[in-house]
């Protein structure tokens, strides 16, 4: 088959296409480095021509609440046009547990509308819920600091390996649209707090976490919501052996 990526080039996007060419897929890597921008339209059609399915695992650039919608809205309107128009068969987008919980989240609040636009497309489609990838723990840890101490919430959380995402979408794009949300997470339940303290202290990063209840991520102050529920896909990579492996 032939499977477009938009966001081809990026951390999922990447493993994603050589994955799905180790497979015998015609996977094409689409990402505005490649000629191909969602937000303007650029390259759309030229890039979907013939293709079976198209996978979008882009993100915007900035987590600003204006910026993250603006970004999901019309990019998202842009590829569900173009593949409408090219006859995609099969409309897979990447997106995160708990979306739906944590409306105050400026940035869930944005992959919602997107979700939503995918659903009222009319397409056939299928959307992965992936929990936090290890390999944004920095960023997490970045966004928490404040003169030079990290505050974060004790909050349940089920990080991935990107691999693993890699690898649940991949099979999402091989197989038949779900019309519908699949989760997917990683094999241990840690306190958010708690994931990015082991993080850091592998590293030798020198900032300490404070838990603290109150400590926002990203808007929200989660509990439970980032934590799939019950039939969620478990992936097989632990914190340690990625530690380990990095």
Known sequence: ???????????????????????????????????????????????????????????????????????????????????????????????????????????????????????GSGLPYSIVHATQFFEFAGRIADSATVDGTVRLSGAAVRPMAADDVAAAVGKAAASAPLNGTVEVAGPEEFGLDQWIATVLAARQDPREVITDPQARYFG??????????????????????WLTNQ
């Open 220 to 241: 929200a102050l989660p509990d439970r919501e980032l934590v799939p529920g019950p039939g969620a896909s478990l992936a097989q990579t632990r914190l340690s052996e």
């Open 1 to 119: 088959m032939k499977i477009v990526i938009i966001g081809g080039t990026g951390l999922i996007g990447s493993k994603l296409v050589a994955r799905l060419g180790e497979h015998g897929h015609e996977a094409v890597p689409a990402a505005p480095n490649t000629g191909v921008n969602t937000l303007t339209g650029e390259g759309l059609k030229e890039v979907l021509q013939d293709a079976n399915v198209v996978v979008d695992v882009s993100n915007s650039p900035s987590f600003a609440d204006d910026d993250v919608m603006t970004f999901f809205r019309t990019s998202t309107t842009n590829l569900l046009d173009a593949a409408r128009e090219a006859g995609v068969g099969h409309y897979v987008a990447l997106s995160v547990v708990g979306t739906d919980r944590l409306p105050e989240s400026g940035y869930m609040r944005a992959k919602a509308a997107q979700e939503e636009l995918i659903k």
